[in-house]
């Protein structure tokens, strides 16, 4: 298969074709299945238990275990003084078969939280792959009785934690054995939802591994070749924008922040059609900056301007939702949005000041050329509500505000409209992906006005996310819409529950879950 390279004859642009392969085909040749063999007849390297906080007294068929395990069960949780508290975890060796034995805590047995076992599968795995076993046996507790719900966010939990991600290193042959084979214990019969776990988990990698590969490796021209294959892979309808169809349209916001780059910029319109009519008809818009230099309000030393391939994090997710969508083929209609592009410097570069036209015949004063995204979501929004849709969700690393207010780990999430934040909070919360609705302050659009244009793309630093927000807003008149800022949960520093140090592929698991329900 050919494809357009970002630049002719780079050496260094070939390796994006391991985004097809992707780290991935490594992984899913280890084997998940749900299995209901009692505890203590199985058989195999490692068996888990799973123990819940202020519960580690073995009793039942545990105590028959730690019998036949010669009481090595009962003297690790002593001696380690093991207090199944979340994510703690020991090992030991059992002297028979299963050769060892692993305990994993819970925390609390009250209230059990379904990302409470995505985070504990996740140690898991990690477990079993540092004690080098190759078939490992997991007994956790199910969750609200939902066996379906508990495979999925186990699984779920493991294929992301097992995920490496080693396509830049030329060494990566792994040493010792790898795990093979993981049963889930009392979970027989659930094989659907593993499925349905792996599909999304290949979601959350391809938009790890889009937002983990460098802007020279990933392009707008690459962004919109792997929009390409899922559409292919999957038979969804797809169509990519270039440069003059977008002039056609307008796009002046977009086509602005476009104009330094040497890489044509790309309109990406994904569309899943379910068969027969969809339940309801939704969009998913990411904003797609494959690299943000700040343009001529370039990002200086400190400003983590080294961290900006991160910058299409919200086109990423879009088209990790794609594929397992198309995976999941469900009942609802799903357009995946993004207009792609860099913001660079060079002699074609939009001057701070400059005025823009949107296609929806808003004028912009761009005070400050660093305030892209929001320009090129400006189009994308626009020619998503011109579908007509039942709701819009647009997903941006837009605000280093929004990190300052909400961390690392929550996205912000601004919506005038109650229902689509329910929905998305519990989706959220099944996903185990954290948001935080903030407001919509209608006034601070003050900061916002310009003296010569309809607005400013820049309104000052205090509440800087909340103006992005109230800017994003002149551009959806009427569907349902809803904005998170997802700058802050995009990249992780270090591991934390499925994710491992890196990109996290957030927030495509709550993507799934929104348009599943
Ligand atoms: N891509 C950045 C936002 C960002 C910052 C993402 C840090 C991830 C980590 C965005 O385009 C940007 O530069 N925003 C400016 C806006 C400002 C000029 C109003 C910011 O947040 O400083
Ligand atoms: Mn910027
Ligand atoms: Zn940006």
């Known amino acids: 298969m050919v494809h357009e390279r970002g630049s002719n004859g780079d050496p260094n642009s070939k390796q994006y074709a391991i985004l097809e392969e992707s780290s991935f085909q490594v992984m899913s040749s280890m084997e998940l299945r749900g299995i209901d063999t009692p505890r203590l007849e199985w058989s195999g390297d490692c068996l888990v238990i799973g123990l819940f906080e202020d519960d580690v007294e ?32 020991a090992v030991t060796r059992t002297g ?33 792959k540092r004690e080098k076993a190759k078939t490992l046996g997991i007994s956790l507790p199910v969750w609200n009785s939902d066996r379906v719900q508990t495979a999925q ?13 080693n396509r830049f290193k030329s060494d990566t042959e792994e040493k010792g054995s790898k795990l093979e084979t993981i049963e889930l214990l009392g979970l027989g019969g659930q094989d659907a939802a593993l499925t349905c776990a792996r599909q999304i988990a290949l979601g959350v990698i391809l938009a790890r591994e889009l937002v983990a590969a460098p802007a020279n490796i990933v392009t707008p021209p690459v962004m919109a070749a792997t929009a390409e294959a899922i559409a292919r892979e999957y038979g969804m309808d797809i169509q990519i924008l270039e440069q003059e169809d977008c002039e056609k349209l307008g796009m002046g916001a977009f086509l602005g922040v476009a104009k330094a780059s040497d890489l044509p910029p790309k309109f990406i319109h994904i569309t899943y059609r379910p068969e027969g009519t969809p339940r309801k008809r939704v969009a998913i818009v990411g904003k797609g900056l494959t690299f ?21 994090g919200g086109a990423a997710a879009t088209l990790g939702a794609a594929k397992a969508i198309g995976a999941l083929k469900p009942d ?52 998503t509500e011109n579908l007509e849709l039942d709701a819009i969700v647009d997903l941006a690393t837009l605000t280093g505000a929004c990190v300052i207010a909400l961390g690392d780990d929550i996205a912000g999430m601004w919506t005038a409209d109650e229902s689509l934040a329910n929905q998305l909070a519990q989706a959220g919360e099944t996903a185990g992906e954290k948001f935080w609705r903030m407001p919509m302050e209608e006034k601070y659009f003050d900061g916002l006005k310009s003296g010569v244009a309809d607005m400013k793309n820049t309104g000052p630093r205090p509440g800087g996310a909340i103006t992005a927000a109230l800017f994003l807003k002149q551009f959806v008149k009427e569907t349902p819409w809803a904005h998170l800022d997802i700058a802050g949960p995009v990249w992780a520093d270090k591991e934390n529950g499925c994710n491992n140090a890196g990109a996290t592929g957030f927030p495509v698991r709550t993507l799934v879950s929104w348009v599943l329900s």
């Open 58 to 89: 073995l009793s039942g068929d545990l105590a028959e275990l730690d019998r036949k395990f010669n009481g090595v069960l009962s003297e690790l949780i002593a001696e380690v003084e093991f207090k199944g508290k979340e994510g703690s975890t």
């Open 96 to 128: 028979t078969l299963p050769k060892k034995v692993a305990i994993v805590g819970l925390g609390k047995a009250d209230g059990l939280k379904l990302d409470t076992l995505r985070r504990s599968a996740a140690a898991v795995a990690r477990l079993g």
């Open 153 to 165: 966010t186990i699984g779920e939990g493991i294929e992301l934690a097992l995920h490496q991600d």
């Open 292 to 312: 943000d230099s700040g343009g001529l309000n370039v990002k200086g030393a400190g400003s983590g301007i080294e961290m900006m391939k991160t910058d299409m």
């Open 332 to 383: 609802v209609e799903v357009h995946f949005i993004s207009a792609v592009t860099e913001n660079m410097i060079s002699g074609h570069a939009m001057h701070p000041g400059d005025i823009l036209t949107a296609s929806n015949g808003k004028t912009i004063e761009v005070n400050n050329t660093d305030a892209e995204g929001r320009l090129t979501l400006a189009d994308a929004l626009v020619y």
